[in-house]
């Protein structure tokens, strides 16, 4: 585990363990709280969709944009906004694709 934490550490340009802890509470926090505010907003906007593709489309989309801003947002309020601004821009990048400039 600690081979990993320290290749990450590298990968990631982290230069202290605290500052990694504070990185994966940031995740964590963001990954749990997306459940929530995407559940919330669809009972908010009324979404219920009876069509099983619709609804697992409409969810995965709907969830990977409120993700990326909470975890800025969250990223921010821990004083990490630079580090998952830039987590965030090479996430989309491969998304479509493209691999990001180092």
């Known amino acids: 585990m600690k081979k990993y934490w320290d290749r ?27 459940l929530f505010v995407r559940k919330g907003l669809f009972q908010l906007l009324g979404i219920d969709i009876q069509n ?5 489309i409409v969810k995965w ?15 921010y ?3 990490e906004g630079a580090f998952f601004w830039h987590f965030i821009k090479k996430m989309n990048l491969r998304m479509i694709g493209k691999k990001p400039n180092k």
């Open 61 to 75: 989309v709907a969830i990977y944009f409120i993700y990326q801003i909470m975890l800025y947002v969250v990223g």
């Open 8 to 34: 990450l550490k590298g990968k990631w340009g982290v230069e202290t363990d605290a500052r990694m802890a504070k990185i994966f509470i940031v995740f964590a926090i963001t990954g749990t709280a997306t």
């Open 52 to 56: 099983q593709t619709l609804s697992v």
């Open 77 to 79: 309020l821990f004083k």
